[in-house]
């Protein structure tokens, strides 16, 4: 093993420890961030029924929603992300969950969006719900496209367990996907 590979490997490993435990500080009982995140929550859904009307319906039709009011990604070489939301059942604020990525490759910039998670199966919701740490894959099929659009809930669309819309994108870096993404409960 030359020393190189090894210096980046202990970088890698050291900064996401440093993510790691920088993120936990924040996690404090009692700490009234769970008001903080619904007021965001709040302001995240009326923003995105406002700009993508066809949400509405699917909040209507779905379990459960996850919503991430600002998710911030940055990244040189190596990335990565962090932002906290609420799940909310029946217009209710159930749990609140952290989202953590980390990312590398060829990458620069950093950018800030909001994100929607529609749980339209209860057993989707449930998974969800019992994971230790919920991981977004290929799985998670968009309803807003990458030029911002609404696409119709149409039947193939709400047929899919886990849907995912993302906006309001601000930032230099590009592509804002969720895969990788994992989601932990936490208590604020």
Request: glycine residues 14%; charged residues 15%.
């Amino acid at each position: 093993m030359n020393n190189s590979s090894f210096s980046r490997r202990a970088f890698a490993l050291g900064a996401l420890a440093t993510a790691g435990t920088v993120a936990a500080c924040g996690n404090g009982v009692g700490s009234g961030g769970s008001g903080l995140i619904d007021a965001r929550a709040d302001a995240t859904l009326q923003e995105m029924y406002r700009q993508f009307p066809n949400t509405q319906q699917l909040a209507a039709k779905s379990n459960g929603m996850l919503i991430m009011p600002l998710v911030t990604e940055a990244g040189l070489g190596l990335g990565g992300g962090y932002g906290r939301g609420a799940l909310r059942i029946n217009n209710v604020s159930v749990d609140y969950y952290s989202m953590t990525k980390a990312s590398g490759g060829l990458q620069i910039g950093a950018q800030q969006y909001a994100h929607v998670l529609f749980f339209m199966t209860e057993d989707a919701l449930n998974s969800f719900r019992r994971s230790p740490g919920w991981v977004a894959g290929a799985n998670v099929e968009y309803v807003i496209d990458t030029v911002g659009d609404s696409v119709n809930a149409d039947t193939t669309t709400s047929l899919s367990p886990v849907l995912a819309a993302v906006f309001g994108r601000a930032g230099l870096r590009i592509g804002a996907t969720l895969e990788g993404s994992k989601y932990t409960r936490i208590i604020p």
